[in-house]
Nanobody, 120 residues
Framework: QVQLVESGGGLVQAGGSLELSCAAS????????MGWYRQAPGKQRELVAG???????NYADSVKGRFTISRDNAKNTVYLQMNSLKPEDTAVYYC??????????????WGQGTQVTVSR
């Protein structure tokens, strides 16, 4: 079993910055992909950014150039540095991890969610 614990959300003015963190713990063989999703009220959950264990990353078009995803494999932790925040970035942000268990099966885990609110 794997647990994901998120931190770093909060309230910030437009143009400001926040950094989210997500730490994975538990029994696993490897974490293949870690990433961030977000969901605003009345909208579908969408991928924000993802990063593989090898270091490749992808971003939603709406956050390219403003957000940076990084990963510390030794700590099983993924970060999302959010700069130049806009009101439309307001959402609950969820950490996600795709894990290979010690039984060699693939599992998908989610964090508890953290609120990010960007005011005008």
């Amino acid at each position: 079993q794997v647990q994901l614990v998120e931190s770093g959300g909060g309230l910030v003015q437009a143009g400001g910055s926040l950094e989210l963190s997500c730490a994975a713990s538990g029994s696993m063989f490897s974490i293949n992909v870690m990433g961030w999703y977000r969901q605003a009220p009345g909208k579908q959950r969408e991928l924000v950014a993802g990063r593989t264990s090898g270091g490749s990353a992808n971003y939603a078009d709406s956050v390219k150039g403003r957000f940076t995803i990084s990963r510390d494999n030794a700590k099983n932790t993924v970060y999302l540095q959010m700069n130049s925040l806009k009101p439309e970035d307001t959402a609950v942000y969820y950490c996600n991890a795709q894990v290979t268990g010690r039984d060699w099966r693939t599992y998908d885990y989610w964090g508890q969610g953290t609120q990010v609110t960007v005011s005008r």
